[in-house]
């Protein structure tokens, strides 16, 4: 293979690109099918295989269903709450107030909610959620299709892009941003992955709908294909990434193989215990008892098992107990959980408990955006936005789930900003927005790593190069955090550095070759996995998801504010909380209990 | 056909496992996967002669005297080792028009703040919350609402959601029994 270069590629152009097919990038193609723009929706998986398809829960809305009563107001307070506070308000009011709108469209667009008697969605109560701003008592305000509401929703989401001529490049993996001079996003390249064609799909707008990357731990309920693309391309860019060091550690992951136990479970009246048979979230969650944040139901579990009450053999891991039930409500309400605890745990939850350990489960951080997707850069105010790029969905960082989401939340975030981000785009576009074009070596420069990768005839195999990473982040930076641990996995990172950098490409062919994939993926995850562990350890102070022994309270004098993480200087700035929503009263910070 | 060889492992793993086990090995092998729980389809493969998901069948249950045959999915041209062409089948599932045909379409009528008013049309399903007082009356500014199916409780501060079918949309004719209800109710 001769060296890429932009005059030996060919040239794809459009008007948008957006990169990656789950259900925020598919909401935003939706939103611009009809707009007249050349959209193209690149996804590195035919777009049904992306991650959004393993979500099970729901997705939490205020339509007042369960309870008539239920106000888009108490879904903001209990997201803000959720957020630990570094949530921006009128971001979390603009998600839960266009909610119901948005809930009624995939209704509408055939998504196959389940239903209560009388024909209304059906609500299942989820963690965090509350009636009258927390003092009401548990709230039902999840949105269900059974315990498959992302399979549901992302095969609606496809097929109305099918319905409405989307155009997909599927199975094309985007390699690295192309910049031109004024440093604007001028789209991608990228390669097909059936043919090893690579190319330059250039846009005047690129949307990065890459999803997390869960894959930098050892133990996670993500998907193989959950490697941080879009926020690694952005990173290698000097783009900035905010808040990467809250990443939610779901309270039920199936110990051993990961996968994930839907919240939903407690939601029916599941609850964990310790091998005393005890429900211990009692006593940590008085009120919200198993419904209390993630965040602190899996740091409970981690403080039972740390005190030598954990169950099984290692005493590793807790039970998730579901018995109680009966097998009616499981095979009713939880088909898919029973199907997977037997599979991988060899459990069936109508007899026995479910063997679960916080995994690693959402990125709460992301490409730094505002409500219309546009992603901003390292400025004075840090407010400046970057002509051409746009992110939506898990990659973006807008912020509505600050230091920890709130179930049901990641699947409203999807829609709600998917289409926000497409009605902008359509908008801005056709008034007359857009970038320059790149220059020949703009391109040429976008196309270095693939070339290094390429002609490697030495170096370090990728896989276990992965396996050490993955070691590093998933000991040094879980759910529990401690500065000295972490300079160490800072340091051992560098080390690894050296190695991605020095990556052997065993298998050069063209056609479907997936070493070349995973390799590119590494890197990738490197890039998140840094900037993970280095915001975890300049953030001195425990707030929501990220909780540290040597720093156990909030510190809101120093730390009511978005961390940003510079990659040119590898160094950590500050970027300002939003507190002026529109509608309400911005809600102050309290104490955080349940 | 490729063949390698494999310590059985001491614990039952999936047959993806295993897979992944031998790519380390030989990073040449070609496969798709991603979810690795049996939802997202990507690792469809013929498994000892029946189709399956590799990653959540149990290489116990697949092992015949020592051996295990993996073939890419039949009936469709193959790419490389495990991977097929999809795209006829891609193609024949856009064919049945895969979606909701619904040709009732969805109207949204907003109102005034800060009583908003938003009028879908759901084909057979006539829902609404609450009407609101008085100043409902001004907002609507004499169209009427007409009550299809049962009123829920009502309460002078909730949002007016109103579901109409386009016909009476388009006709504007709404009748405004909804204050009348309002006191009928409290």
Redesign the interface.
Same mark, same amino acid.
């Given at each position: 293979m001769s060296t890429l270069n932009s005059s030996n590629i060919k040239t794809l152009e459009f008007d948008v690109l957006v990169i990656g097919g789950g259900g925020s990038g598919m909401r935003t193609s939706l939103e611009l099918a009809k707009s007249g723009l050349k959209t193209a929706v690149v996804s590195k =998986?035919?777009p049904?295989?992306?991650?959004t +398809?393993?979500a099970q829960g729901g997705i939490t809305c205020a339509i007042?269903s369960a309870d008539?009563?239920d106000d888009w107001r108490w879904h903001m307070y209990d997201t803000v709450k959720g957020s630990d506070y570094i949530g921006d308000q009128d971001a979390i009011e603009y998600m839960c107030s266009e909610g119901p709108?948005a809930v009624?469209?995939l209704?509408?667009? $055939?998504l196959p909610f389940s239903r209560t008697e009388?024909?209304?969605i059906y609500q299942r109560p989820f963690g965090g959620q509350s009636k009258d701003f927390g003092k009401g008592g548990q709230a039902s305000r999840t949105c269900a299709a059974a315990d498959?509401t992302g399979?549901a929703l992302l095969h609606t989401l496809y097929?109305?892009n =099918?319905?409405e001529g989307s155009n997909f490049l599927n199975e094309w993996f985007a390699v690295d941003l192309v910049l031109n001079k004024l440093k604007e996003v001028t789209g991608v390249v990228a390669f097909s992955i059936?043919s090893g064609e690579v190319a330059y799909l250039k846009a005047q707008a690129t949307v990065l709908a890459t999803g997390g990357a869960g894959r930098i731990y050892s133990s996670t309920t993500n998907?193989?294909?959950n490697t941080g693309d879009g926020l690694g391309m952005a990173l290698r860019a000097g783009i900035p990434a905010q808040d990467m060091e809250m990443w939610q550690f779901h309270p039920t992951g199936i110990y051993g *193989?990961g996968?994930?136990v839907t919240e939903g479970c407690r939601g029916e009246g599941g609850y964990l215990i310790n091998k005393d048979g005890e429900r211990f979230m009692e006593r940590y969650a008085p009120n919200a008892k198993d419904l209390a944040g993630r965040d602190v139901v899996a740091r409970s579990m981690v403080l039972e098992i740390l005190e030598g009450r954990g169950c099984g053999e290692n005493k590793d891991h807790v039970f998730l107990k579901l018995d109680h039930l009966g097998a009616d409500v499981l095979n009713a309400k939880l088909p $898919?959980i029973c199907?997977?605890s037997k599979?991988?745990a060899a459990v069936d939850p109508v007899y026995e408990p479910i063997p679960v350990v916080p995994t690693c489960h959402y990125m709460m951080g992301g490409t730094p955006t505002n409500i219309h997707g546009q992603a901003f850069k390292i400025s004075s105010s840090n407010n400046d936005y970057i002509p051409g790029l746009f992110s939506v969905g898990e990659a973006a960082c807008v912020s509505v789930h600050g230091a920890n989401r709130l179930g049901g939340n990641s699947l409203l975030d999807l829609v709600v900003f998917g289409r926000a981000a497409g009605l902008h785009i359509n908008e801005a576009l056709k008034s007359g927005g857009g970038v320059a074009d790149a220059d020949k070596d703009d391109i040429d420069g976008a196309l270095h790593s693939l070339n290094k990768l390429n002609e490697s005839t030495s170096g370090y195999? +990728?896989?276990?190069v992965k396996r050490e990473l993955q070691e590093v982040m998933q000991n040094y930076f879980g759910v529990f955090r401690r500065g000295d641990y972490m300079e160490k996995g800072v340091s051992a990172l560098a080390d690894i550095r050296e190695k991605i950098d020095n990556l052997h490409l065993?298998?050069k062919?063209a *056609?479907?070759?997936?070493?070349r994939v995973?390799a590119i993926e590494l890197q990738n995850l490197f890039e998140v996995a840094e900037a993970t562990a280095i915001s975890s350890l300049q953030r001195t102070e425990s707030r929501g998801a990220h909780a540290r022994e040597d720093y156990p309270d909030r510190d809101d004098e120093n730390w009511l504010c978005h961390s940003l993480y510079d990659p040119t200087s590898k160094s950590l700035g500050k970027r300002k909380v939003n507190f002026e929503p529109k509608q309400v009263d911005a809600f102050p910070p309290k104490i955080r209990t349940y | 056909m490729q063949t390698y060889k494999f310590e059985q492992p001491k614990r039952d793993i999936m047959v993806l496992e295993l897979l992944n086990q031998l #790519?380390?090995k030989d990073?040449?092998i %070609?496969? /798709?996967?991603?979810? /690795?729980?049996? !939802?997202?389809? %990507?690792d469809g493969m013929n498994i000892n002669g029946k189709n399956g998901l590799a990653c959540?069948t149990p290489l116990s249950s697949v092992i015949k005297k020592n051996k295990l045959d993996l073939r890419p999915l039949p009936g469709l041209p193959v790419? /490389?080792?495990l !991977?097929v062409?999809?795209t006829e089948f891609?193609a024949q599932?856009?064919k049945i #028009?895969?979606?909701?045909q619904?040709d009732t379409p969805?109207i949204?009528v907003k109102g005034s703040n800060p009583r908003k008013i938003?009028a %879908?049309s759901?084909a057979s399903?006539n829902?609404f919350?609450?009407p609101v007082a008085q100043q409902a009356a001004h907002h609507f500014g004499g169209i009427l609402i007409n009550l299809l199916a049962?009123p829920?409780?009502f #309460?002078p501060t909730?949002l007016l959601q109103i579901h109409a079918t386009p016909k009476q949309l388009k006709d504007f004719k709404i009748y405004l029994i909804l204050l009348v209800f309002t006191d009928a109710m409290e």
């Open positions: =998986v035919f049904t295989r992306s991650h +398809v393993s007042a008539p009563e709108k009624f469209e209704e509408h667009m $055939g009388n024909g209304r498959r399979h097929q109305n =099918v319905k059936e998907a193989l294909i *193989a996968s994930l $898919g199907e997977l599979t991988f195999e +990728v896989s276990s065993q298998d062919s *056609a479907f070759n997936t070493n995973e | #790519k380390e990073p040449t %070609s496969y /798709r996967r991603s979810c /690795r729980e049996g !939802v997202c389809g %990507s959540i790419i /490389r080792d !991977v062409d999809m891609y599932y856009e #028009k895969p979606f909701l619904n969805v949204l938003e %879908s759901m399903m829902v919350y609450v049962q829920l409780f #309460k909730d």
